[in-house]
């Protein structure tokens, strides 16, 4: 699908990100709450806006390495609320990522948004593997990518730095003859 990708769910669209979603993003990317699930530190304003730029920048490559595109509530297309990610390691595979705003937690976005870009790498992208990363303890998370049909295939120890310290992942992946939206 050429640029600029949009992906309608239920509850969410996937869009690709505008310079104007900084101040969203860091709602995101700056809360603690947030990122001590992720693979990073909380981030400055100065790095929200790197961020935007290179998503920007790499949604136009050709061709391109990850799709990464702003969630935003169903009607409200120009409020960021979180973030959904595929990027392409290895040979039809895709590593999947997400986050949302701690104050949007609890309203199915992170499912819709999950739910909508697995079925767009393995509809429109040609994925044969989709993968996930996860903290161990963020079982919120866990049960999401489980509600999913993702399988559990093991724990990869010392994964990401992050807050300080090494943290394992649980690596979690389904594959497309498996795939039930």
């Known amino acids: 699908m050429p640029y600029p990708v949009r992906l309608s769910g239920d509850k969410v ?5 505008v310079p104007a979603d900084v101040d969203d993003v860091l709602a995101v990317i700056g809360d603690d709450r947030v990122t001590a699930s992720l693979s990073f530190d909380s981030r400055s304003r100065d790095e929200a806006v790197a961020m935007v730029e290179g998503a920007v920048s790499r949604a136009q490559q050709e061709p391109r390495t990850e799709y990464y595109l702003a969630v935003a509530p169903q009607g409200e297309e120009n ?7 595929i990027g392409f390691a290895g040979v039809q595979a895709g590593k999947l990522g997400y986050a949302i705003a701690a104050e949007h937690w609890g309203r ?3 499912t819709d948004a999950a739910r909508t870009m697995v079925s767009y790498g393995f509809a429109e992208l040609g994925l044969h593997r989709i993968s996930a990363a996860i903290g161990p303890a963020n079982t919120a998370s866990i049960a999401l990518v489980e509600r999913l049909g993702f399988v559990r295939e093991g724990v990869l120890r010392d994964h990401v730095h992050t807050n300080g ?4 992942s649980v690596l979690y992946s389904v594959l497309a003859h498996e795939w039930r939206p």
């Not at 310290?165 to 394992?168: C, E, K, L, P, T």
């Open 108 to 110: 199915g976005y992170a």
């Open 13 to 17: 669209l996937l869009r690709e990100f």
């Open 165 to 168: 310290a090494w943290r394992d």
């Open 79 to 85: 409020r960021v609320v979180g973030f959904a990610r």
